[in-house]
């Protein structure tokens, strides 16, 4: 019969919680120094030639995401081709969502599972209490670094946010769109726009929330 070491279950509880809050705690100043960064570097002249809506000074509230905190399923639809005119649509298999609160509610992490590909990468959601703003940002496990951030927040229950990157070599503005529709259901777009006049809708996802216990846990 094996004997249980309460002292050492302790020890090991402990450097468990202090390994978790050291990872979360570098996430959290990336972020924070992305952020930064991007808004020492956004200006009139930077939105001037932009798509309708696009804004960097967009904001919300820190109870924006308290939606999202739980499990959800995705069925996903992707555009064949992007920027070239194309109507064709594609569905991928479902994906499952993991999310959960840190700090009070300020930091969100949500994780991405694919049934046939495994872990296929991670949002992280920080909000800038003295802007008012959520900055998000998306870690592809194949890369390992921060993606270029979106900024914005909610009116209602509509959700929308800005930002810049680069699709196949050209430069695009980039909106990401969340629409609540009730507590167990929501929707999220990407956008793209290629020529500053208008926006192309490449991606789309139907969140249905889920049993946290039989699905998330499976898949840590």
Known sequence: ????????AVKQRGKDFLRRLSVWSAMAFAAAFVAETLATTAGPGREALAPPGYSLTHGGGKEDFDFLAGTWTTVQRRLAARGV?????????????????YLDGAF???ES?????GVTGLFLYAFDVEKRQWTLYWIDPKVGRLESPLVGGFNGSRGEFYGEDVDDGRPVKVRYSWIVKDRD???WEQAFSFDNRSWETNWTAEFTRTDPFKQCEKNR
């Open 113 to 117: 599972f694919s049934p046939a590909k």
């Open 85 to 101: 005119g194309s109507t064709e649509w594609k569905d991928s298999p479902p994906n499952l969502h993991c999310a959960a609160h």
């Open 108 to 110: 969100t992490v949500e």
């Open 1 to 8: 019969m094996t004997t249980f070491n309460l002292d050492r």
């Open 185 to 187: 259901h929501a929707r």
